[in-house]
């Protein structure tokens, strides 16, 4: 009975938690003490709902409770006299938890504005790219410490250390809990939408570890990008990023084999690919595209994902203009990554040795020397070209770099592939 109400206690965390930080932040300005509070409630709740049941609007149970937390502590620190006012004069409006006819913790639009506000100050670019991280994943996300180490694969002092220096950091700089306006939103939202890119990524593809694919980052991100979505419903770029996650999360289902093996793109079986979040990635696309503006760069990887999204099969897929999309990207962003997808994409479009001759311009760029997908490219590439021998090497080297057991795996089975072919060169005994 007692492990069924912390059942339900947790879930409701995980729903309320954000808004329950984002409002008590705005009340304190402070958002360490805010979470500091929210998870004051929380034991609360799990003091209390065992014996008494789970209210009937807990999200504003908790936000009654921790506000009660934070005039104790302004009394006994004897300071913040207007910070105290604003709270207490809020709490008086509000119902007391139990009652029948709770009201809302705070009003709907309240709430957007609050948790807008959080999201913009847990990925403000004075931090750190890991404090970012972890701390939009603590705060946001409701995960503990413990999980978010397991997700990322880092020892749990790390990332509480992060957490707390990143806290430090907001407070040393006196970063404001306000939405950045005018010339300033731009550099903010660009700050925003990385790190939660960054969080699915890390769910995809994971860079370390035994796993493929770590799923639950993937949904953690594609719910930040979501609600991101609702409170900026102006801004292009945030749907081009929450399309291209929807639509790269439609092939998780179909990303491994029954071993958890990888599975490649091309190999992948399509009815697998999940089709409500193809059609979900679609509008947002489409919703993006509506906006004013030319196509940033997230909308132009979602226009690329929705290339293959609406291929039946791997041979109906567009790759003239996936490779053209590329080139734009190319020119908007300028990057050696951008450029080695673009050289796959030319590969499949006019052919291997087209590709090839793009990939052999990348080696000596140095954001390239430890990347294993471009030994990896190569060596695909070079296969198709039945240069098996120089395909093995290019696999080998990639096994060497990638961190990713299961990536490794496939890697060192395709350079044993190229080798049992005819005509390539005997492996050296070793």
Request: net charge neutral; with cysteine.
């Amino acid at each position: 009975m007692v492990q069924d109400a912390h059942r339900r206690v947790d879930a409701v965390w995980r729903i309320e938690s954000a808004r329950l930080v984002a409002g008590l932040a705005r009340i304190t300005r402070d958002l360490g003490l805010a979470e500091e509070l929210a998870q004051d409630a929380l034991v609360a709740a799990l003091e209390q709902w065992p014996g008494e049941g789970v209210p009937g609007n807990p999200g504003a149970w908790l936000m009654a409770v921790a506000k009660r937390r934070a005039i104790d502590q302004f009394r006994r620190r004897g300071r913040h006299e207007r910070t105290l006012a604003e709270v207490a004069r809020e709490l008086a409006t509000r119902p007391e938890p139990g009652e029948v006819e709770l009201a809302s913790a705070v009003d709907r639009d309240e709430i957007g504005d609050d948790l807008l506000t959080l999201i913009f100050t847990a990925c403000h670019p004075v931090l750190s790219m890991e404090g970012r991280v972890a701390l939009t994943l603590r705060v946001l996300g409701g995960l503990t410490t413990g999980e978010i180490a397991r997700a990322f694969l880092v020892p749990e002092p790390t990332v509480a250390q992060r957490i707390v220096r990143a806290k430090r950091t907001l407070a040393a700089r006196r970063v404001g809990f306000a939405v950045p306006t005018g010339a300033e939103l731009p550099e903010r939202l660009a700050s925003v939408l990385e790190v939660i890119y960054l969080i699915f990524n890390e769910g995809y593809t994971a860079t370390a570890g035994a796993d493929w694919m770590r799923p639950e980052l993937c949904r953690e991100a594609l719910r930040l990008g979501r609600v991101l979505a609702e409170l900026t419903p102006a801004e292009p770029e945030v749907h081009g990023l929450v399309a291209l996650m929807e639509l790269q999360a439609s092939r998780i289902g179909a990303r491994t084999d029954p071993a958890g093996e990888p599975v490649r793109l091309l190999d992948q079986h399509r009815g697998r690919w999940n089709q409500l979040l193809i059609r979900r990635g679609l509008a947002a696309l489409e919703r993006a595209e509506r906006l004013p503006g030319p196509a940033g760069p997230y909308q132009l990887q979602a226009a690329i994902a929705a290339c293959h999204a609406r291929a039946g099969t791997p041979e109906e897929t567009d790759w003239v203009r996936i490779a053209a999309l590329y080139r734009v990207l190319a020119h908007l962003t300028p990057s050696p990554v951008v450029e080695l997808n673009r050289a796959v994409a030319v590969a499949m479009a006019f052919g291997p040795q087209a590709g090839l001759e793009l990939v052999e311009r990348l080696p000596a760029e140095p954001a390239l020397r430890d990347y294993h997908l471009l030994p990896s490219v190569r060596g695909d590439l070079l296969a198709r070209l039945h240069r098996f021998g120089e395909a093995r090497q290019e696999f080998e080297r990639a096994a060497g770099l990638t961190r990713n057991t299961r990536e490794r795996e496939l890697l060192l089975a395709r350079a044993r592939a190229c080798a049992a072919q005819p005509g390539a060169p005997a492996q050296p005994q070793t």
